[in-house]
């Protein structure tokens, strides 16, 4: 009889997980801002949750996925990897046609071969379209690039499908060794490339439509109640609601400390205590609860909602306290049942800083090079609309604290320096940097120059001379400040002509948000990282944004 009277004060305890003892009650809509609610915003799409009843107390995971009574609330990524799977067919059949169809020895090796009832050209059909397509669906599911972790956003996804190339390769080249098939490796190295073209170019398309269908509709996303106190629940509404198209929207805040922490402060989404977490996810919607911080401290209390959830359909993330740190730098050590977060130390030497840097001098030499013809029809138009200087240098802080005269094409009267102090009252930057959006010190030509960044183009010299990079924080004026705290963590590497900061938002940006990104680039730098951005330039450039 105890201990039957001991179980059920223990589910009781499970049931009233993070219930506040004290009897305030809900707190008031009044307190939720509705011009900055996303969840109010748009209509609520019901293709991401599902009204359900009260599910029974959980005993454990069912034995089978087959046999769960509630499904996951979260059915996005179902339609999202049917069609990728469809579409990783079709780009691998299209990679085998065109190598069969252009490549006269592809079907070389097959001549004098059968199997069963095939030989030769029915043969060689058969494994082109049949086996190598099925083969590689196999190896990708494998190499976990379904994995709805991994889908619609960051690197991850990307870097799994070259690891499925390369197996591929390998699981043919070894297959042909040991069947003594003298395979064409011309045609074997087509297919793979070609087939990891089509494979990065489809996931690159059906991520931007996924994007546009979060953006635009709120579709494909996540609806989120974030557990904790409320700076910890805000700092983490701030940090998922800056990218939209990571698919996180939060509709709620349970305060884990009570009503009286929030009393009077506005909040973006509506704010409750005293509530049942589960009667509170199926009441608005959600189909995630976000821990935050230090809501998950006490112990054996993680452990208790993870049970909780078990068998509801709820998904169930932890946001540490833990910001602006990227994923290769966190690995997950478990010890004795706790797992812990280990935190590697920014790579700022090796080869792959090595292979940077020698980038970084091909490229700007290369540059130069090849587009000499062009920045002379720039100097020429720059004399044409003001005489004067066609080079406008200014000394920068570099790396470690070194300073170096930048090269820029001079888009500003010659007296602008001197006209600059007649104009402090109406800069528009927060920062150390001085911004107009209309400046009158800027001439016409050169207002074009600043729209498309080609007055940027002329610091390949200081990229060839190893003062600044390709990619990294922008050098910023040696006589604005001294670069003291956080902001002098910037100095840790060489200044880029483009960056995080740029592809972000350039000038439209706060200093604080600025700084926050080339300190993210400077703890987070890698050589993908500083290809993607490269990439991300292209695309900012043509749409002028934050470009004055």
């Keep these: 009889m105890r201990a039957v009277v001991a179980d059920s004060r223990k589910l009781v305890a499970v049931r009233n997980l993070f219930r506040m003892r004290e009897d305030v009650g809900e707190v008031s809509t009044s307190l939720h801002h509705p011009v900055t609610d996303s969840s109010r915003s748009k209509p609520v799409p019901y293709d991401s949750f599902e009204w359900q009843q009260e599910p029974p107390p959980s005993n454990g995971v069912p034995r089978s996925a087959w046999n769960r009574t509630h499904k996951r609330l979260s059915r996005w990524h179902r339609p999202y990897t049917l069609a990728l799977v469809f579409l990783d067919l079709l780009s691998v059949l299209l990679a085998s046609y065109l190598a069969a169809t252009y490549l006269e020895k592809s079907k070389s090796g097959f001549d004098n071969r059968s199997l069963l009832f095939l030989h030769g050209q029915e043969l060689f059909s058969f494994f082109a379209y049949i086996v190598l397509p099925l083969g590689w669906l196999i190896l990708l599911w494998a190499n976990g690039t379904y994995d709805r972790r991994y889908l619609g956003l960051g690197s991850e996804e990307f870097k799994r499908i070259v690891r499925t190339s390369v197996t591929v390769v390998a699981a043919v080249s070894l297959l042909a060794f040991a069947t003594k098939t003298g395979l064409s490796r011309g045609t074997v190295a087509m297919v793979s490339a070609s087939a990891a073209f089509f494979l990065l170019t489809d996931r690159v398309l059906a991520r931007q439509v996924l994007h546009l269908a979060r953006r635009r509709f709120g579709h494909g996303a996540h609806r989120m109640v974030l557990v904790g106190t409320l700076p910890e629940a805000l700092e983490v509404y701030t940090a998922v609601t800056r990218s939209p198209a990571a698919g996180l929207i939060p509709v709620a805040i349970h305060l884990t400390d009570g009503y009286a922490a929030a009393r009077g402060i506005e909040t973006p989404v509506p704010v409750y205590a005293t509530r049942d977490l589960l009667s509170l996810v199926r009441e608005v919607g959600a189909d995630t609860i976000a821990v935050c911080g230090s809501a998950s401290a006490e112990p054996g209390e993680l452990r208790r909602l993870a049970w909780q959830l078990e068998g509801t359909g709820v998904d169930l993330v932890v946001a540490p306290q833990l910001t602006d740190i990227a994923g290769p730098r966190v690995h997950i050590r478990p010890i004795e049942g706790l797992p812990l977060l280990h935190v590697e130390e920014p790579t700022l030497s090796g080869p792959g800083w090595l292979a940077k840097n020698l980038l970084d001098r091909v490229a700007a030499g290369l540059g130069l090079l090849f587009l000499s013809p062009f920045l002379l029809l720039i100097a020429l138009g720059i004399k044409i609309s003001d005489p004067g200087p066609v080079f406008f240098r200014q000394p920068r802080v570099g790396h470690e604290g070194r300073t170096f005269r ?54 390949l010299i200081n990229v060839l001379k190893g003062e600044m990079s390709l990619v990294g924080p922008r050098p910023l004026p040696a006589d604005d400040g001294d670069y003291l705290g956080d902001v002098r963590r910037r100095l840790l590497v060489r200044p880029g002509m483009t960056g995080l900061w740029q592809v972000s938002g350039r000038s439209d940006l706060s200093w604080d948000e600025a700084v926050r990104l080339d300190l993210y ?5 890698s050589l993908t990282y500083d290809l993607g951005i490269l990439w991300r330039t292209i695309w900012v450039v043509l749409k002028r944004k934050g470009a004055y």
């Design 406 to 459: 930048v090269w820029k094409f001079r888009t500003m009267y010659v007296d602008a320096e001197e006209r600059k102090a007649t104009l402090e009252e109406l800069n528009e930057s927060d920062g150390m940097m001085f911004k107009m959006k209309v400046d009158p010190r800027i001439f016409a030509f050169g207002q074009k120059l600043r729209a498309t960044s080609m007055d940027e183009l002329p610091q």
């Design 521 to 525: 680039y400077v703890d987070n730098w």
